[in-house]
C-alpha cells in the first residue's frame, strides 16, 4: 500500500521557516521523481518544487531562493525548506511522488498559513 504522508505545515509569521516533510512508503522511493505542489483557495494547483532520482531541482520562480527542496533516499522522505514566508505562500501543500511510468501517487495535504 502506497501511502505519502505529509507533516510540518502550520502558522507562521511572514518572514518566518517552515519545514515540511514527506514519509513514503509502498514506493521504491529512489527510482521515483519527488515534488511539493500548492493550491491556495481559489487557485489552480501549482508545482513548487521537484527533484529528480539523481537530485536535480526546479522551482516556482515565486519561491526561488526562499525554498529548497531536498531528498533522503535512505529514509524514503522529501523535505521542503520554506524561509521568509510571504502570505501569499498560504496554500495546502501537497507532496507528489512519479514513479518511472509517470504514474502520479499523493499525499493528504498539510495547511500552511502565513501571516501578515
Known amino acids: 500500500q502506497v501511502q505519502l504522508v505529509e507533516s510540518g505545515g502550520g502558522l507562521v509569521q511572514a518572514g518566518g521557516s517552515l519545514r515540511l516533510s514527506c514519509a513514503t512508503t509502498g514506493i521504491i522511493f529512489s527510482m521515483n521523481a519527488m515534488g511539493w505542489y500548492r493550491r491556495a483557495p481559489g487557485k489552480q494547483r501549482e508545482l513548487v518544487a521537484s527533484?529528480?532520482?539523481?537530485?536535480?531541482?526546479t522551482y516556482l520562480d515565486s519561491v526561488k531562493g526562499r525554498f529548497t527542496i531536498s531528498r533522503d533516499d535512505a529514509k524514503n522522505t522529501v523535505y521542503l525548506q520554506m524561509n521568509s514566508l510571504k502570505p501569499e505562500d498560504t496554500a495546502v501543500y501537497y507532496c507528489?511522488?512519479?514513479?518511472?511510468?509517470?504514474?502520479?501517487?499523493w499525499g493528504q495535504g498539510t495547511q500552511v498559513t502565513v501571516s501578515s
Open positions: 527533484i529528480t532520482q539523481l537530485g536535480t531541482t
Open positions: 507528489n511522488s512519479r514513479s518511472w511510468n509517470s504514474y502520479d501517487y
